[in-house]
């Protein structure tokens, strides 16, 4: 009679442990420190927040602050359409970019270490730090200002006129040349992702490729067959960090609005308001796209 009883668990539940363990720090520092601010600022974005000698005193408004920044602030509409629409227009280009990037640099060649370096140098010269430096230096920023106007105008001329020779429809123009215009910030926002899709890349078994290449699969085939399948997930996970990276961003003309409104106007209801109605936005589009991509994501078993 066998009487060892101890369960055993199956596959399916140990990947959903090892899954609950990687998530643990997360949660647990969620609880700790983000889900009480996040209640005090649900709490703010209701009230009229009075800073006195002694700390603040908050007197209940209701939706008062949301009407004030949706329908009577002049500028916080305008900064947040404009502002959503460059991020949604970013995206695109960020990702194929990344993935064209991250391609070549999976590729055997000479200074491959030194061109994978070069593609991550925006993180580093990005950092919080030396942005600030260079926002303080006068000087260098009417320089870029003029060198980037410059830039725009003879690579915006020059594109048109291959497309335009190309017959190519008048949207995919303007999409084109709006992006081209801002290869330095899609550059920027691609450094994460290229090393994502890297990482992805170098971890496609070989024997799926020289299996494909014994059945006489051509490389065009191999990379529709089994690198896009497999690389899939990263697009996922690419496009919520691009969402969020660029959403959140120290140069985002409406974060700077918004700290604006409650450090120089003095507004910190409306202030947290403005963040809650933006929180939403970013909510929403993350959850568009865990919905639409989701359904075209191949996990390999």
């Not at 065009?220 to 997930?233: D, G, N, V, Y």
């Not at 690419?238 to 959140?248: E, G, K, Q």
């Amino acid at each position: 009679m066998n009487t060892n009883l101890k369960p055993r668990l199956t596959l399916t539940r140990k990947r959903a442990l090892w899954g609950l363990l990687f998530t643990a720090p997360f949660t647990i520092g969620f609880l700790l420190f983000f889900l009480g601010p996040m209640i005090q600022a649900a709490v703010f974005s209701l009230s009229d927040l009075e800073v006195t000698p002694h700390g603040f005193q908050l007197h209940h408004v209701g939706w008062d602050n949301f009407h004030y920044a949706l329908r009577v602030d002049p500028n916080f509409v305008r900064v947040f359409t404009e502002t959503t629409i460059r991020i949604l227009t970013d995206i695109p280009a960020v990702i194929v970019f990344s993935f064209f990037a991250a391609s070549l640099l999976n590729q055997n060649f000479k200074g491959r270490l030194l061109a994978r370096i070069v593609f991550f140098l925006p993180v580093i010269l990005t950092a919080g730090v030396i942005v600030q430096l260079e926002n303080r230096d006068i000087l260098h920023g009417m320089l870029e200002y003029v060198s980037e106007q410059e830039d725009a105008i003879s690579s915006s001329r020059a594109v048109i006129n291959v497309m335009m020779e190309l017959r190519m429809p008048p949207d995919f123009i303007i999409y084109i040349v709006t992006a081209v215009n801002r290869i330095p910030d899609i550059i920027n926002a691609s450094a994460i992702p290229i090393l994502i899709f890297l990482a992805g890349l170098q971890g496609i078994p070989s024997s799926l490729f020289e299996t494909a290449k014994i059945e006489g699969a051509t490389g065009w085939e191999s990379f529709w067959k089994i690198t896009f399948p497999l690389i899939s997930p990263l697009f996922l996970t690419n496009m919520v960090y691009i969402i969020v990276d660029s959403f959140t961003a120290p140069g985002n003309a409406l974060v700077n609005l918004i700290s604006n409104a409650a450090w120089s106007r003095g507004i910190y209801g409306v202030s947290v308001a403005m963040t809650w109605l933006y929180f939403g936005v970013i909510a929403a589009f993350l959850a568009i796209v865990f919905i639409v991509i989701s359904k075209h994501v191949f996990y390999m078993e």
